[in-house]
């Protein structure tokens, strides 16, 4: 029997997800946010995750009218799964969208969840909701699954249909269903977990291994920066290994390898087990911002620059290359710090929204042609357009200023002759 799908939460995931369900049927697009709802009405994705052709051949009900979701059989729910100022896991979207989920339930419905949590919350945490608001019974009335995203924001080549599909469900004949639904999407296949638990675990692992290698590289990164050589060349040289593993040091943020670690940290503390490993790399990560600037400092104190009151010059807040995406960004870190010191930060960006980065750091992004040119000159994050246009922007920093170059574009020969640079 076909399915009738909902997808609840368009955001980074959820709009993907929707995209390549409409492509292959009607589906109902559900989010809260009415402006958001009208933008992917009128064509525009915010996000850039889909083109406009995308949203026009796709068959979708865009609607933050709840009621709508009683006349579906197939709810994925992709909504975020943030932390809070503690570090510690925030379900409240996922909790409210397990209540309006609930109250829309109808018999035999499966609802499938994507958003990243630790193991055992889906059916821990959402099951008892879903019963709560709709007076149905799990595993009896309706059912679940857990289906881990694995959207990668601005990656136009790993995409929701070109990535194998984790896929789980309550019961065998349930996970035969999430399945079939998910492979008339997926044109890379579904791999089914034995679990609702094991695929959540597999997800939340994804990003904590990647967060744990990568805190390996920036220790390594601080290490070599004391020894007075370049991290960049010796990873090249290392590199030439077959099975070195091509890490590289930088900062981590975004919703996914910044965020992912604590939900599981959490359930081990929760069981009693102390999770050494995973949350030095977490410490590692979230100081690197300190490192950068204290280096940042020490250049121009060399140099004779007077630090207090100066003009600095940032190219890229988001959190990754060639994506809008502000949230949990490192960057802000970096500004925050340098404006302790009594600096004045311009900071520019060709992916992200002003109007966005006013209302999270209360920053004013300021165009290229706005720029002046200053001392020291940060290459925070590689958008397309720093690296084909970077002479272009080389020409923003004084002729014995100091390029502090966070992503690794700037080489030597790049540089004039009186000017210096520090690399990550």
Not at 99 to 126: H, N, Q, R
Not at 155 to 164: L, N, S, W
């Amino acid at each position: 029997m076909k399915r009738k799908i909902a997808i609840v939460g368009l955001g980074y995931v959820g709009l993907p997800v929707a995209v390549a369900f409409g492509k292959q049927q009607e589906v109902v697009g559900f989010d809260i946010n009415e402006t958001r709802i009208n933008e992917l009405k009128s064509g525009y994705d915010r996000t850039n995750e889909v083109t406009d052709n995308d949203l026009k051949e796709s068959n979708i009900l865009f609607t933050n009218q709840p009621e709508v979701l009683s006349k579906v059989d197939f709810i994925i729910v992709a909504v975020p799964t943030p932390i809070n100022k503690n570090n510690q896991p925030d379900l409240t979207p996922l909790i409210k969208a397990s209540e309006t989920v609930g109250k829309a339930l109808t018999k035999d419905t499966i609802v499938v969840y994507e958003s990243t949590v630790y193991p055992g919350a889906t059916e821990e945490d959402c099951v008892p909701v879903l019963e709560k608001f709709s007076g149905l019974t799990s595993g009896k009335d309706f059912f679940v699954g857990y289906s881990p995203e694995r959207i990668n924001p601005g990656d136009k080549v790993h995409t929701f249909e070109t990535i194998t599909k984790v896929v789980s469900g309550q019961t065998p004949e349930v996970l035969d269903v999430v399945a079939e639904v998910y492979s008339m999407a997926i044109k890379a296949g579904v791999h089914k977990a034995s679990s609702i638990k094991v695929a959540e675990a597999a997800k939340v692992i994804e990003n904590t291994q990647r967060d744990v290698n990568i805190a390996l590289m920036n220790e390594i990164a601080i290490i070599f920066d004391k020894v007075g050589i370049d991290t960049t060349e010796v990873l090249e040289a290392s590199s030439t290994k077959w099975n070195f593993l091509n890490f590289k040091p930088g900062l981590v943020g975004g919703h996914c390898i910044g965020v992912d670690p604590y939900y599981l940290t959490y359930k081990a503390q929760e069981l009693g087990h102390h999770p050494e490993v995973i949350l030095a790399g977490r410490r590692t990560n979230d100081n690197m911002a300190k490192h950068v600037v204290a280096n940042i400092i020490k250049e121009l104190l060399k140099k004779g620059i007077e630090v207090q009151g100066m003009t600095i010059n940032l190219l890229g807040l988001t959190f990754k290359d060639n994506c809008p995406d502000l949230r949990n960004t490192k960057v802000i870190d970096i500004v925050r710090e340098l404006e302790e010191y009594g600096m004045s930060v311009k900071v520019n960006d060709v992916e992200a929204d002003k109007a966005t980065a006013k209302i999270l750091y209360d920053i004013d992004l300021i165009d290229k042609n706005e720029m002046t040119k200053s001392d020291a000159l940060i290459f925070a994050v590689s958008h397309n357009d720093y690296v084909e246009n970077k002479n272009e922007y080389l020409n923003l920093l004084n002729d014995n200023g100091i390029i502090i170059d966070i992503k690794g574009l700037i080489k030597d020969n790049d540089l004039k002759v009186n000017q210096t640079i520090w690399r990550l």
